[in-house]
């Protein structure tokens, strides 16, 4: 029997108001949802550009405190519609995270 995997859709601009995207109570949110999801989640962000650091630490790099390692993000994590200018962003986090 095949094993049905669960994929959480979040929308960022339905989910979240736009004061969220910029803020750690925002990313706070979002580290919730993903941390109550069993599964995968994907996460579409319709090309709209966080650029917020403390958005991005607090939702996805502080995952690392929580037990998750940089490849089970990358796995569970779908970052759909990304804007160009976060994925750098996103990536220096999760390096200087896995770090300490």
């Not at 949802?33 to 917020?52: C, E, G, R, Y």
């Not at 690392?64 to 970052?79: A, N, P, Q």
């Amino acid at each position: 029997m095949m094993m049905m995997i669960k994929i959480k859709k979040i929308d960022i601009k339905k989910d979240f108001t736009a004061e969220e995207r910029m803020t750690r109570d925002g990313g706070e949110k979002l580290r919730t949802m993903i941390l109550t999801n069993q599964d995968s989640v994907s996460i579409d962000f319709h090309h709209k550009p966080i650029a917020s650091v403390s958005f991005w630490d607090e939702s996805i790099a502080k995952l690392l405190l929580f037990g998750w390692s940089v490849e089970e993000i990358r796995k569970k994590i779908e970052f759909k519609n990304i804007h160009h200018r976060d994925e750098p962003i996103i990536e220096k986090l999760l390096k200087a995270r896995s770090k300490s």
